[in-house]
């Protein structure tokens, strides 16, 4: 995934996650990721989540992978 890509999937999950009024903790969680990937992927400095790892927070808050990849 390109860096745009991961912009938007930071910006994706900070909007649901926002949306449920939950806090990066809470989701880390809810997703059962740890806290760290979660600031991680939010922050941009993880440019490749997994597909598991975006499955699991995809289901935290539920949405598909689909809502946290388009743009």
Partial sequence: MSASNNSKI???IKKYRNK???SQDKLSKLADVTYNTI?????????N???ETMSK???A???GVDDLIQK
């Fill in 20 to 22: 449920l009024g939950i």
């Fill in 39 to 47: 600031i991680k992927i939010e922050s941009g400095a993880n440019i």
């Fill in 10 to 12: 930071a910006d994706n």
């Fill in 57 to 59: 927070i995809a289901k």
């Fill in 49 to 51: 989540p997994t597909i």
């Fill in 61 to 63: 808050l539920n949405v």
